[in-house]
């Protein structure tokens, strides 16, 4: 391959982890904060007697006594820790409108937010406010409203349980069930889709179980970047001679070699443990059509092995005796040509046989699986296909065997226990009903997609914000900005500065709190709060560090204090509870029975697991079974019917957290220094006449779904990858304008983040929404009263190409 030099792209030959890591961490910690702090602070990380790192929900180890390195976690810590602080003064020198221009990096690498801010139209600067005239405003605004269903209460996935359990009962006191969170953009195709095939809407392993597993599947999901502490566990698992199958159309670095920082050999000798045993680049959106190619592959063995007189493949007795619904799955198995699946998988029938072969030799599978898997048209249907090929063999519910979805946020799992729901379970009414003694709403509220939409139709005016930055992680990008700019109220609960801030409101006012790393002081003494990981282990989490500011508010007591300044209710102790989060755990466990004994509980320093029915094989659904769910076909978007349509995911970089970019490197896939570049097969590149380097421009390809037409953009630098055919990849958030929040899972409401139709041609450099200068917010400035639109041209560093970090 002859390529050209493209500036801040080369290939990448290391093992994920090794020095590279090491180096990563000291930059990141250099660039953020004072050394001597840093050292005492990591130890602490995901110690007993720490907190928790913000990084992801991966679970640590029960008997955590080594500090587990990840690279990815000590760039969160140190972006939370920083030295840098986002003050008043910042805020009276720069106007919103100004800030508008700034990137995403940019706004919130100015460091930690110190005080309560209000927007001032007039000046069009942010100004301080006190914090009872700020609770005040939030209470006239909400109760203002004619009717409660006109809020929505937006949860990230940081927010400990204390702090979300409060803030849905403020929410449902008020008279919402309006509950958008970052999981309607994530794990809902999980949620949606678990409980109606084994009754419970997580996943069933626990960290042990990867000790006795011999086959692991890791499908569309990257933890070399996204759950790095998880590389430890298939390394061992590696080394043990399990085997370990990737289904992904990138060659994504962490999965291929592993050099764990923590082995003095592997350090010294530049050695590096490989990781998957099997690497299959599927076509982007072809997992449906994959998962029953094994399935056609296990149930030909079964069959032949029936006909010559054994005992078969299927697990008969486990299916017998728990489960229904295999004979539709048959029956849809027997009507889907292998031809079909070849085509929409984009793997050759030998190499996805030689897949199911591995499946049906195994005798204890764990199937991981992530963003690749949920954020498409057919989530739920991915989902339920991985459950239908572990209940053939009985993977679930016993040892070394069963589902593991990795979430996302550090504790989106633990809000949603708690209560952060668009459609609460009866019970959970009955009991909040019972506990609190008010009528909680019964009647579903919005989730992520009905919230934008809502506030774009005029139906919501307020939008209260517990952590995130809603409008630009969602998808239609433009569509999210109009909406929150029609808002009479918005109050964001931040550490930091984003672009949500800028979108401003009638009264806008930004909350600044408590991160996990830092001493909670209440009227008891210093507080831990609870998060419960991806595996249901519910653990405390005290920070350590003095706040940022001294004007910060824990999130439980910006929670308690929006409720008594909205609510006329007498009877709800907010003050006392806020007093001692033990007395939020014991209010917790009284509306939530699987929390029984949760204050004591907690105090075993690896925590407790909560019960999860489907590992124990009890299966809460109606029948009582577990159920394999057929989905017809293999699923393909019509859209991609034609010879020059492309299939785009949008994915993470190494050097970000969602939308908190912290770099512009994305080391592994051996980007330096920008953001925007598209990776595209060399096949594909050389059908449209391009070359590596080429600056290219991405069109959606219109359908009857797609409100608004075709969307555009503009000036990414094509990148010749290992990609499958077919499918490129470019990064988020800045694609989020090509996704219409039309095109999202139907069953679950999921944006389809991974599956967008589009076609790739040389830039016309004529478009609105270019990639280079973050224009990709769009033209039209939302604070500037002169009307002028964003200029073009910024300050090298506030673009999406930076400098090196
Ligand atoms: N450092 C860091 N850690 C994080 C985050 C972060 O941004 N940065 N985000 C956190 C959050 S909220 C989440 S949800 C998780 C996300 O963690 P992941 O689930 O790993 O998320 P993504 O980076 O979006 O990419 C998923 C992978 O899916 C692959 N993929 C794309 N399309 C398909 C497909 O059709 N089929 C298959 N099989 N694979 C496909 C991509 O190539 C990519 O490797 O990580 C959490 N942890
Ligand atoms: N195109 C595309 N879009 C996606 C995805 C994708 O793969 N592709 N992934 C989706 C996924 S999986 C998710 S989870 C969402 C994420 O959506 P969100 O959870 O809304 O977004 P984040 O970027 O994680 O939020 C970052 C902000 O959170 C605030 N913050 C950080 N720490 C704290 C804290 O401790 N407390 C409080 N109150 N605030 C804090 C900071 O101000 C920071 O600016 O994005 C989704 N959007
Ligand atoms: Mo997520």
Known sequence: MSKREVPGVGPYGGPAGGWGALQAVARALKHQMGV??????????????????????????????????????????????????????????HKVRELWDWSDHALEDEGRLTHPMRYDADSDHYVPVSWDEAFERIGAALRALPDPNMAEFYTSGRASNEAAFLYQLFARRFG??????????????????????IGVGKGTVTLADFDHCDAIFCIGHNPGTNHPRMLATLRSAARRGAKIVVLNPLRERGLERFASPQDPVEMVTGRSTPIATDYI??????????????????????????????????????????????????????????????????????DIEHVGKLYAGSKAVIACYGMGVTQ???????????????????????????????????????????????????????????????????????????????????????????????????????????????????????????????????????????????????????????????????????????????????????????????????????????????????????VFPQFDGYNERIQDPGGFRLFNAAAARQWNTPAGRARFIAHRGVMMDPRL??????????????????????????????????????????????????????????????????????????????VAFDIAPGSIAAYYPEANCLVSLADNDPRSGTPSYKSIPVLLSLSQGDCEVSADAQTWQHGDVPNDKTGATVAAEMPAHRRTTGTPS
């Open 36 to 93: 001597a702090r840093e050292a005492t602070m990591l130890l602490k990380v995901n110690q007993p007697a720490g907190f928790d790192c913000p990084g992801c929900a991966w679970p640590d180890p029960r008997s955590t006594s080594s500090f587990e390195f990840c690279e990815n976690g000590a760039k969160a810590v140190s972006w939370e820790a920083t030295t840098k602080r986002t003050t008043p003064e910042f805020f009276a020198q």
């Open 176 to 197: 919402t069930n309006n509950f958008p969170d970052c999981s309607n953009m994530c794990h809902e195709p999980t949620s949606v889709g678990l409980p109606e095939a």
């Open 281 to 350: 680049q599927l076509r982007i959106g072809g997992d449906v059509a994959f998962l029953k190619g094994m399935m056609k592959t296990v149930l030909a063995l079964d069959r032949d092995s029936i006909s010559k007189g054994g005992e078969g493949v299927l697990d008969r007795a486990f299916i017998d005796a728990h489960t229904e619904g295999l004979e539709e799955v048959i029956a849809d198995l027997d009507a889907t040509a292998w031809s079909e699946i070849v085509n929409a998988s984009g793997v050759e029938r030998a």
């Open 376 to 590: 498409h048209h057919s989530g739920t249907a991915n989902v339920q296909q991985i459950v239908n090929l572990l209940l053939m063999r009985g993977n679930m519910g016993r040892d070394g065997a069963g589902i593991c979805p990795l979430r996302g946020h550090s504790n989106v799992q633990g809000d949603r226990t708690v209560g952060i729901t668009e459609v609460p379970p009866v019970d959970m009414l009955d009991s909040i009903e019972r506990v609190f003694g008010f009528s909680p709403p019964r009647e579903h509220g919005h989730g992520a997609i009905t919230a934008i939409e809502a506030m774009r139709d005029g139906r919501s005016k307020a939008l209260i914000c517990l952590g995130g930055n809603l409008p630009v992680a969602m998808s239609d990008t433009k569509v999210c900005f109009d909406a929150m700019r029609k808002l009479d109220l918005a109050v964001h609960v931040s550490t930091k500065l984003n672009r949500s801030h800028l979108l401003t409101a009638k009264e806008t006012l930004i909350l600044p709190c408590l991160g996990r790393t830092e001493l909670d002081v209440q009227a008891s003494g210093p507080q831990s709060v609870t998060v419960e990981d991806s595996m249901s282990m519910v653990h405390a989490s005290r920070g350590s560090l003095p706040p940022a500011s001294e004007h910060l508010l824990s999130e439980p007591a910006i929670v308690a204090r929006m409720a008594k300044a909205t609510l006329d209710d007498d009877s709800l102790d907010w003050d006392g509870w806020v007093a001692d989060y033990s007395r939020i755990r014991g209010l917790i466990e009284a």
């Open 641 to 718: 019917d034609r010879d020059d349509a492309l299939i785009l995911a949008t994915i993470r970089s190494h050097d970000q957290y969602n939308t908190t970019i912290y770099g512009f490197n994305d080391r592994y896939r051996g980007i330096t220094g920008r953001r925007d570049v598209v990776f595209v097969n060399e096949r594909d590149l050389e059908a449209r006449g391009l070359q590596h380097g080429d600056l290219v421009d991405l069109e959606t390809i219109e359908s009857t779904v797609s409100i608004g037409g075709t969307r555009r953009l503009c000036g990414l630098t094509a």
